[in-house]
């Protein structure tokens, strides 16, 4: 079966800008949450998607959003870029929004705000 | 929000048995303990989770306290592959069914052969 596959793996933007991460889920798998880890931290929930619905938010602003499709893969959408959104993005997929049987990561995105 | 608590870092030998322990005492009693570790450049990767009683898996043991305040992850017998970031999280119930995972700053197990 395949993982959680992420692109891109690295990215670098300008403050104010727009950027769109990607995520495949593991197969099989209809949830999908977001992750913001910046360096030296844990990761932050930022929110999951199931059935192509929002289905939780961490503390993070409205400019972050996203998308479930069909398929079940999602997109993260951040805009106007700030520096202190440079961090690695992970995305997880898990087989049902509790995901009793864990979460499979993703390797991640790392976004540089400059 | 439940927190956990991990030493900052640990170390051990390779082939020796690791405990790694994490204290969690606001835990309520619907919360599941979750350890899951991070190799470097990769995301996390799940280990394994409980509620009340100890489990074991092909990766690990996890042996939690009678009270539920504290937990050990216990790694039977160390590999150099083993060296990662090791987070215990307690898996919280957020609006409805969604499950976040509250994530520490963990415990950096450095393996030495």
């Known amino acids: 079966e395949t993982g959680v596959t992420q692109s891109p793996t690295h990215l670098i933007k300008t403050r104010g800008q727009q950027v769109t991460l990607r995520c495949s889920s593991q197969?099989?798998?209809?949830?999908v949450s977001w992750y913001q880890q910046a360096l030296g931290q844990g990761p932050q929930f930022i929110f999951q998607?199931?059935?192509?619905?929002?289905?939780g938010r961490g503390n993070f602003p409205p400019r972050f959003s996203g998308l479930q499709f069909p398929n079940y893969s999602s997109e993260l959408n951040v805009n106007a870029l700030e520096l202190d959104d440079s961090a690695l993005y992970l995305c997880?997929?898990?087989?049902?929004?509790?995901?009793?049987?864990?979460?499979?990561f993703g390797s991640g995105t790392r976004l540089t705000v400059v | 929000d439940a927190k956990t608590t991990q030493p900052n870092s640990m170390e051990s030998n390779e082939e020796e048995p690791v405990h790694l322990p994490c204290n969690h005492s606001?835990?309520?009693?619907?919360?599941?303990i979750h350890w899951y570790r991070q190799l470097p450049s990769q995301g996390p990767e799940y280990v394994i989770h409980?509620?009340?009683s100890n489990v074991n898996n092909r990766m690990a043991s996890l042996a939690i306290a009678e009270d539920r305040k504290s937990s050990t992850l216990i790694l039977h017998r160390a590999t150099l592959r083993d060296a990662a970031v090791y987070y215990c999280?307690?898996?919280?119930?957020?609006?409805?069914?969604?499950?976040?995972?509250?994530f520490g700053t963990g415990t950096l197990l450095a393996v030495q052969p």
């Open positions: 197969s099989g798998h209809n949830t």
């Open positions: 997880a997929s898990s087989l049902l929004p509790g995901g009793r049987r864990g979460y499979t």
């Open positions: 409980g509620l009340t």
């Open positions: 998607y199931y059935r192509e619905e929002e289905n």
């Open positions: 999280i307690l898996r919280e119930l957020y609006g409805g069914a969604t499950n976040k995972l509250i």
């Open positions: 606001t835990i309520s009693g619907t919360d599941y």
